[in-house]
């Protein structure tokens, strides 16, 4: 019967030696010294996108969202037309905001659209009737931003983008 007192001794020993190895050169964490969870408020950031096009009025996108991914998908105004239909031109902008501090951040995105194009027709003159299919064409860049000042990500002949990103407080 003595030998039962030792083997359970010799279990715990074995056990508590297990737990310290499962953590090599750290100290043993007791539950009253665990770190203290930073609390922040989450912010809005406004994230407007200017952008020119050869002949045509500057066209902009504002979006409110935190910190985190975001995605807009809609229907521009003009269209194309393909055999007398209007076929729709899609705009999307997605991307994600990751903040460093309370005056800068780091903003991925991608503002683009779909483009129509012809990819087959059968028949001729009023009859005719084409197929096409729709191409996304855009700009995909990763920058830092200063909240409050404007920066140029795209300028071209074919056109400028600039964006800024502004942190809403209360």
Known sequence: MKTFPLILV????????????????L????PSV???????DPVNYLIHIEWTEPKCDPKTLEILTTEGSFEYNGIQKNSVKINGDDVPVTLKLSGEISVHNDDSGRLQLFLGR?????????GSGSNSISSYSQMSVGLQ?????RFGKPVVIKNDENGKISVLVNRMAD
């Open 34 to 40: 665990a770190p203290a969870a930073v609390a922040t």
């Open 114 to 122: 779909t483009v129509p194009y012809v990819t087959g027709s059968r």
């Open 141 to 145: 860049s990763t920058i830092i931003v």
């Open 10 to 25: 010799a279990m715990l020993v074995a056990f508590a030696s297990q737990a310290q190895l499962s953590r090599p050169g």
């Open 27 to 30: 100290p043993p964490v007791s």
